[in-house]
């Protein structure tokens, strides 16, 4: 290797060529001030810019020049599409998502802060504490010691999936359609984590903490604190997980441990886990209360005020499904196998349906069961197109108690929960 490859080569070059070496300078702990790359200085930066900067000494931290952007803060991912840089959010296309199992380079990264630089698996520590009679402060190697080590394909979706579609427009990332996946996550179900420490009667609520840093860099400030209820958390697919797709977690999933709470909104996931707090009244952490993850109790018109007391928490997400293949505005022959995924909250889905007349008329799909609780389902049916042209495939999926995605949803203040019909274009040639 070169004695300094970051003074003879751009980041690209020196990702392909020494990804080991660029991921411990660029990416591990580092000396410099502002820290947005730990381990590279104004002079190092500069030098791979090729330029000077002038304003360096403003630069917030945790921002990485937007000229890195694209190949550089999606180390280890396939395909996204970057929406933020400051905290990284990035989304995956639709026909990015056709496995089965989401592989880790394609699942998307949600953010709500700075990721911790101290990310290790051998110092790491979870404490478990609130109303409990016996807290505790538990190791990664704790937990694969002393519980159940499970392997379980888990349904992670934002609760703003979707929000690009609302109009007038909710403010927040800009996510479509990509911010779901279904990884094979390893690690031990929360609810012999809890049951060990055993919660005092009366317990109603989950409190998490990460050692994700506020964008402010506060220390006293937390970017976001979710939880849930008992009831959930003591479900068996609720896992604190420290591996997916047999490999460790990718740094912005939460390496190395985080909780996966498969069905509700991915914010109750907690990634860079520390500490699970039981309480006896609803967890008020950042991003629990006002209008964050909350929705109307009641429909209201595109662009009214709500008061914030008529908002509710999310819990399950809704029915959902997502067209994998083919490609959105591809071209086909008359004969195409059309193929997805869906998915309910808690609940089974029980039929996909595909249509290619604009609605007039609906075709049932070949639907599999989940892999397990928790999953999405994989579905598929081969399409006979009449004739060349232009066509649109629409996608609608009815779960267990009878839910239909709509064609589209009524509008909320923060654009969540957008599972209208997915339709793509299709040009049969």
Not at 408 to 418: A, V
Request: contains cysteine; proline residues 9%.
């Amino acid at each position: 290797m070169p004695r300094n490859p970051r003074r003879t080569q751009g980041l690209h070059a020196f990702f392909a060529a020494y990804p080991d070496e660029a991921h411990r300078q660029f990416f591990k702990p580092g000396l410099n001030r502002r820290g947005f790359f730990a381990g590279a200085g104004l002079a190092t930066v500069s030098g791979l810019l090729g330029l000077t900067i002038p304003y360096y000494a403003h630069m917030p931290r945790g921002l990485v020049p937007a000229a890195f952007a694209d190949e550089d803060l999606l180390v280890g991912k396939d395909g996204l599409v970057l929406l933020n840089d400051r905290p990284i959010n990035a989304e995956t296309p639709a026909h990015l998502l056709d496995d089965a199992v989401t592989p880790t380079s394609r699942h998307f990264i949600r953010n709500n802060g700075i990721p911790p630089e101290e990310a290790g698996a051998g110092n790491w520590t979870l404490r478990v504490d609130g109303l409990v009679a016996n807290p505790m402060t538990l190791t990664i190697s704790d937990l694969q010691q002393e519980f159940e080590v499970v392997t379980m394909a888990l349904t992670v979706e934002c609760g703003g999936n979707g929000r690009a579609f609302f109009n007038p427009p909710a403010r927040g990332n800009q996510w479509t359609l990509g911010a779901v996946a279904c990884s094979a996550w390893t690690g031990v179900r929360l609810a012999d984590v809890l049951r060990k420490a055993a919660p005092a009667p009366g317990i109603v609520y989950t409190a998490h903490y990460g050692a994700d840093t506020h964008l402010s860099g506060d220390p006293d400030r937390l970017p976001i604190s979710r939880g849930v209820p008992i009831a959930k958390a003591l479900t068996d697919n609720v896992l604190v997980a420290f591996a997916m797709n047999g490999s460790s977690l990718h740094r912005q999933n939460g390496a190395p441990l985080r909780l996966v709470v498969p069905g509700w909104p991915g914010s109750c996931s907690q990634k860079w886990l520390t500490r699970i707090e039981l309480r006896d009244q609803v967890h008020d952490g950042p991003k629990m209360t006002g209008t964050s993850y909350r929705v109307p109790r009641y429909p209201v018109a595109p662009g009214d005020e709500v008061p914030k007391e008529d908002f509710e928490i999310i819990e399950r997400m809704p029915v959902k499904s997502l067209v994998t293949f083919p490609k959105h505005d591809s071209h086909a022959g008359r004969s195409v196998e059309v193929r997805g995924h869906a998915w309910s909250g808690d609940r089974l889905v029980e039929t996909v349906d595909l249509s290619v007349d604009f609605g007039a008329s609906w075709m049932p799909v070949e639907l599999d069961p989940p892999i397990n609780p928790g999953a999405w389902q994989n579905w598929r049916r081969t399409v006979e197109f009449p004739e060349a042209g232009y066509y649109e495939v629409w996608a609608r999926a009815t779960d267990s108690a009878g839910d239909m995605q709509p064609f589209g949803i009524d509008w909320n203040p923060k654009g969540y929960l957008n599972n209208s019909m997915h339709r793509v274009a299709l040009r049969v040639t």
